[in-house]
């Protein structure tokens, strides 16, 4: 697709934890589109080496500095990018991470940590992100929830309740936003190949007392109907069909990737 003539052209969109893995594949879809990309992270290097690939592609891109949990950063950045680009239609957020731990070895510190980048920092983002969306008529917000928005597993408590959590943000924005033009939608991926999974296999092998090949087969991809992992491009694509989208007949709904462990 020419990132020139897509169905995105002309809109704006915001990327967080852009600069890796499924973010980093969104930015590039979304580019794809005909999208103006933003590729926030708390990785600068890598969100400027994201934007300049695109850039390198022919589309229109952006990388900044941004923590989602900072507040001041957050309204900076967002405001950085509807200035660059002139407005912002499409947020994404996507950046998160995991710490796997029973609950009684979960330390505060921790617990509060994964609260803050998964659930104040969508709210942080998506609050700097609506006066922009509101004053030009209606927007789409995205966040990336999980299976893990639905079903639990053990060892992930705090990201279980991040990701659950996301729901609950996702439909009071639906119901907000409406009638401002404003839809929101939840993506939830199954186990994509990502460094944040990547770090989970020996971490979970050696909690649940299994080998590294059973945490894969049984724990990841057991309830699969087809045994595979879900791809970047299995996501990048989700978002891009509810980006797209063009009417509030889809919004505030969960959208789950996972080649069939959670069917809704
Ligand atoms: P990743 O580790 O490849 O990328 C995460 C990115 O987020 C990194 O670039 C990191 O620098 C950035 N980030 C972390 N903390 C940040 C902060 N405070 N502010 C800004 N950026 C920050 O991980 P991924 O697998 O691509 O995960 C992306 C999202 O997808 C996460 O929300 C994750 O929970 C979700 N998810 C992942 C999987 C999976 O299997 N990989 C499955 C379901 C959902």
């Known amino acids: 697709m020419n990132p020139t003539h897509g169905p995105l052209q002309g809109k704006v969109a915001i990327v967080t934890g852009a600069a890796s893995g499924i973010g980093r594949e969104i930015a590039h879809e979304l580019a794809r589109g005909g999208a103006a990309v933003a590729i926030a992270d708390l990785n600068a290097e890598g969100a400027q080496a994201v934007a300049a690939d695109i850039q390198a592609a022919g589309g229109r891109a952006l990388g900044l500095a941004m923590d989602v949990t900072d507040e001041a950063a957050v309204n900076a950045g967002v405001a950085r990018v509807a200035d660059h680009f002139g407005g912002l239609d499409i947020l994404v957020s996507n950046a998160g991470i995991q710490i796997v731990n029973p609950i009684e070895e979960f330390s505060y510190a921790d617990w509060k940590r994964m609260l803050a980048i998964h659930l104040d920092g969508a709210f942080l983002t998506t609050r700097a992100a609506l006066p922009h969306m509101y004053g030009a008529g209606g927007g789409t917000v995205i966040y990336m929830g999980s299976v893990h928005s639905h079903l639990a597993s053990p060892l992930k408590s705090a990201y279980v309740t991040a990701k659950h959590g996301l729901l609950g943000l996702s439909r009071a924005l639906a119901k907000e936003g409406g009638k401002r033009g404003v839809r929101s939608h939840v993506v939830c991926p199954g186990f994509v190949r990502t460094p944040l999974v990547d770090r ?43 980006a797209e989208f063009p009417t509030a007949a889809l919004t505030g709904q969960s959208i789950v990737v996972s080649h069939g462990w959670h069917m809704q």
Request: aromatic share 4%.
């Open 200 to 242: 989970q296999i020996p971490e979970q092998a050696r909690e649940l007392g299994i080998s590294e090949e059973e945490v894969v087969s049984r724990v990841m991809l057991g309830n699969t109907v087809d045994g595979e992992f879900t791809t970047l491009q299995d996501v990048a694509r989700t978002v891009r069909f509810l």
